[in-house]
């Protein structure tokens, strides 16, 4: 748990924070609620749903669905916001409303110390064990695991744990983003830290823009909003073509007339 100076330097009216107790873990229900004081606070009305953003420019929206014990995050959405943080026992989460559905996240660990990039799979811890026949001392390596219970698949990276991904770009200089894929592949969604750290620019509602593909092909596709969010119809006829998978990783880089997104050139991230 953050230290408790620590914790106050974070937190104001506009914020609340998470932390395990004994017997939680955090997929509990428990962790998925919207506290209560803050929603009186607040005076804002999140019926709908909530988008969590990270220092590192990754968010996840979450939706939300209310019952008798007050406003829940459903579980995929939360269990995927964990799993993609490898959230640790000792950890502690800082929300911080911004604008409407918005906020921002901060990650700290036990000894205070803030992450501030994307984190990477718990390291594999040993444990030194005597041998009761022979008196030596074995080292014993257990497998990295989470304390949500994520099993770690091997093969394949996630945002969390992609390094560089700047590589893969075609041109250095194009604003980009890294996104894994989730349960619903049918639009590419563009968050507003992507946004606002590049300065994009979209089309009207329904205009054309394009998918390029690894090959020099393109894909047809609109760009649509929904709830003030850019996104881009066309990007399920790509996963389909080169049959993606959930928790495949690709790196989209956005072409653009003047400041505005016309295609977006997407690179597939080596297993």
Not at 58 to 82: A, T, Y
Not at 109 to 123: H, R, T, V, Y
Not at 239 to 255: A, P, R, S, W
Request: glycine share 6%.
């Amino acid at each position: 748990m953050l230290p408790e100076r620590k914790m106050q330097e974070c937190l104001n009216k506009s914020s609340f924070s998470k932390s395990l107790s004994p017997g939680q873990n955090w997929k509990s229900k428990s962790m998925r609620i919207i506290p209560e004081e803050f929603l009186r606070s607040t005076h804002e009305s999140f019926e709908h749903r909530v988008v969590f953003s990270v220092p590192w420019n990754n968010s996840w929206q979450l939706w939300l669905r209310p019952d008798k014990k007050g406003l829940f995050m459903i579980k995929e959405d939360w269990d995927e916001f964990v799993d993609d943080n490898f959230l640790g026992l000792d950890d502690t989460l800082v929300f911080t409303h911004q604008e409407t559905m918005y906020f921002q996240v901060r990650i700290f660990k036990k000894d205070g110390k803030e992450i501030i990039s994307a984190p990477l799979e718990f390291e594999p811890q040993k444990e030194t064990t005597s041998a009761s026949a022979s008196g030596n001392t074995i080292q014993i390596e257990k497998k990295p695991s989470s304390s949500s219970g994520r099993t770690a698949i091997r093969g394949r990276k996630s945002c969390a744990n992609l390094q560089n991904p700047e590589r893969y770009l075609l041109n250095p200089q194009n604003p980009y983003l890294a996104k894994t894929l989730k349960k619903t592949n049918h639009l590419l969604h563009v968050g507003h830290p992507v946004i606002r750290q590049y300065g994009l620019e979209f089309g009207p509602h329904d205009s054309s823009m394009y998918f390029i593909l690894p090959d020099g092909n393109k894909v047809d596709g609109l760009t649509k909003y929904y709830n003030d969010l850019p996104s881009f119809l066309g990007w399920a006829d790509v996963c389909q073509q080169y049959n993606l998978k959930i928790g495949d990783t690709v790196v989209c880089e956005f072409e653009l007339s003047g400041r505005v997104v016309a295609a977006v050139r997407v690179h597939f991230v080596n297993e």
